[in-house]
């Protein structure tokens, strides 16, 4: 769907044309009828001044030069008569040798005539009688100047409406824009509930958003608590498999080790994969794959902890460094953070010789974790096998390889991405890119 | 060493009081949250290994608690919650080390004994090193002079107290509360018969005698 913006503005815009086109073709159509009617009422007095000047003479009527307009004897000046009486047809001088046809009925001619020079004229025709004498006149004018000046108008005053349609238009987008205002602020508030840094919109919203941001605000509590009551569920769940798991294998451990060795053995294989099994289906459980404000991580405060955790849990002695622990807090939920961190550095303690190191960078909307270790590293060949299945690839080193497997599931649910590569110190760098909402 | 375990699973305690007490330790043994809190207070224990879902009270509030009154004693974390946020948590409360179920005995046996040292200001070695005197922890025998001596499990035990805490003053009776659990018949005799069984093994000049104070642990050097 387009932008409502745009939709608005497109259609207020073709109100807007499609008015100003009615009303300015209605304005000229009047605008021109007038002018003709103005026009007919002079032809009808010029009509008038023919016959004043039409004097009785010797033999009959005769045309009184002197009394007409000068602008009859000018030769083609724009205004013509011809006057009929008795067969005779006396016509003004101005008509030269130009021949004006005559209308067919008296009154105002609808029709504009081509004349002579490139005029245009506008005929009216009368009757009359005097004298006991009837007499036809017909007047003429060139409506070519009255034409060229209406299109001049019409130039103008179109020149003016498109200046006023474009003043208008920007009004409009101005309010349309104002209009909007409160969905864009909504719209900001929405990203920054999804990159965790505000935990619900503002209830003071425009009237009619206002059922729309309590409705989010409402689905928004409902996910938080439907996260925290799964996630609860499943500590339970784990808490309820592993105790007994616990039991279980202490007493393989103890009792079978010597009288059943091969029971020992397949016992502790079973044991192993349920262990493996229930971990990543809970760890994959766990994944949030978004954070709230209350639940964002924090490099300061979590970093320095989570690697004192490695070291302790580590037995040998360990250079473990962490870079990035000055990164403000970060729209990546807490607990799928320290879960990435933690497999990742655990793994490169296991395998390394005595050095590991930890960076934590901000590369635009791009958080990147990298993790360094000068243990024996990865082949290139092997990498992508265990990128896909996260499997073990050695068991002499304590560990159950899922690790890798958790990091996947978590990087998937946030979108980003795993690669596997030499490391400077000698061993596999892993590096992490998990895009960050803006 | 005295070691508190509060531990909720009754499975999980008969196996691990056992297995902590043929390695030389003196287990008292809880399954309450709210008893822990305030047993605690009772018995210097040299450490504590807690289990975090406990009824009464939750493992990580008994902790903060714990850390908050004062008590400093070194505890273990024993617990089915392995994320590693919830690691964080648990260091960040104040416990010495995080140990996730399912768990192997002999981790928590190497967990126990590198948080006992580390509490002690030992290094963390194959073997517990203290004033020219070696002990093997796992063979549960004395070292002197390249020369492996065999111990009883009560000599392995004060010996071991008494090597951790070189240099300190230990009364009889701090003596017998550290290596006897809550349930043991304590005879101030006894600490004396085997502080003697030791002089005889390593040399009357390892554990030197003040009267009417205790003893302290001065080995060779």
Redesign the interface.
């Known amino acids: 769907m387009r932008s409502i913006g745009a939709r608005l503005g497109i259609s207020l815009f073709v109100s807007l044309l499609l008015a100003g086109v009615l009303v300015g073709q209605g304005a000229l159509w009047w605008l021109e009828r007038e002018q003709r009617r103005i026009s007919a009422g002079q032809l009808r007095d010029e009509a008038a001044s023919v016959l004043a000047a039409m004097v009785p003479g010797p033999d009959g009527l005769v045309l009184e030069q002197e009394m007409l307009d000068p602008a009859y004897r000018r030769p083609l000046s724009g205004r013509y008569f011809v006057v009929l009486i008795d067969g005779q047809r006396w016509r003004s001088r101005s008509l030269w040798d130009a021949r004006l046809p005559l209308p067919e009925n008296p009154g105002m001619d609808t029709e504009l005539l081509p004349g002579p020079d490139g005029q245009s004229l506008l005929r009216y025709r009368t009757r009359f009688r005097r004298d006991g004498q009837d007499l036809t006149v017909v007047v003429a004018q060139d409506y070519a100047p009255q034409q060229a000046s209406f299109r001049d108008t019409r130039t103008a005053a179109l020149l003016a409406w498109v200046v006023v349609l474009a003043a208008l238009a920007l009004v409009q987008q101005w309010l349309i824009r104002r209009g909007l205002k409160p969905l864009n602020a909504a719209r900001r508030q929405i990203e920054q509930l999804r990159g965790g840094q505000r935990a619900e919109l503002d209830q003071d919203m425009a009237r009619e958003l206002r059922p729309l941001v309590t409705e989010i605000n409402r689905l928004q509590r409902h996910m938080e608590q439907q996260l925290d009551r799964s996630r609860h569920a499943l500590g339970d769940l784990g808490h309820a498999l592993k105790t007994p798991l616990a039991v279980l294998r202490n007493r393989c451990d103890t009792e079978l080790r010597q009288r059943a060795p091969e029971l020992h053995v397949l016992l502790l294989a079973q044991l192993d994969q349920i262990e493996a099994n229930v971990r990543r289906a809970l760890g994959r459980a766990r994944v949030a794959a978004g954070a709230t404000a209350a639940t964002r991580f924090e490099p300061g405060q979590d970093l320095e902890a989570l690697a004192d955790t490695l070291r302790r849990a580590h037995r040998k002695p360990l250079n473990l460094v962490v870079h990035g622990t000055g990164l403000p807090p970060l729209a990546v939920e807490r607990g799928d953070m320290l879960e990435l961190l933690g497999n990742l550095l655990d793994n490169a303690c296991k395998w390394a010789a005595g050095e590991v190191r930890l960076t934590l960078a901000r590369d635009g909307g791009l958080l990147t974790v990298t993790v360094d270790d000068d243990g024996p590293g990865i082949p290139p060949s092997r990498r992508e096998q265990v990128l896909q299945r996260g499997r073990r690839l050695d068991e002499r080193v304590a560990g159950d390889g899922l690790g890798l497997a958790i990091v996947s599931d978590t990087v998937a649910a946030y979108g980003g991405q795993l690669t596997l590569t030499d490391s400077p110190l000698g061993g596999l760098r892993v590096r992490l890119a998990l895009p960050l909402p803006d | 060493m005295r070691l508190l375990l509060v531990e909720d699973?009754v499975?999980?305690a008969d196996?691990l009081l056992p297995?902590l007490r043929d390695h030389g330790y003196a287990v008292d043994w809880l399954a309450d949250g709210r008893d822990a809190l305030v047993r605690a207070h009772d018995d210097d224990f040299d450490l504590v290994i807690l289990d975090l879902?406990l009824p009464g009270l939750d493992g990580l509030e008994v902790l903060r608690r714990w850390r908050e009154q004062g008590l400093s004693m070194p505890v273990l974390i024993l617990?089915?919650?392995?994320?590693?946020?919830e690691?964080?948590d648990g260091?960040?409360a104040g416990a010495?080390?995080?140990l996730?179920?399912?768990?192997?005995?002999e981790e928590l046996l190497?967990r126990v004994q590198?948080v006992l040292r580390r509490s002690h200001g030992s290094a963390?070695q194959s073997r517990l090193r203290a004033c020219g005197v070696e002990l093997d922890e796992e063979r549960q025998s004395a070292w002197l002079d390249q020369q492996e001596i065999e111990l009883t499990g009560a000599e392995f035990r004060m010996l071991r107290y008494f090597m951790l805490n070189p240099g300190r003053l230990l009364s009889k009776i701090a003596l017998s509360e550290h290596l006897y659990d809550g349930e043991s018949e304590r005879d101030s005799n006894v600490v004396e018969v085997h502080i003697n069984r030791l002089r005889r093994k390593l040399g009357g000049q390892v554990i030197h005698t003040r009267r009417g104070q205790g003893y302290l642990f001065t080995g060779r050097g």
């Open positions: 699973t499975a999980l196996q297995l879902g617990t089915a919650r392995d994320s590693w946020a690691r964080v260091l960040r010495d080390d995080y996730t179920k399912p768990f192997h005995p190497l590198a963390n």
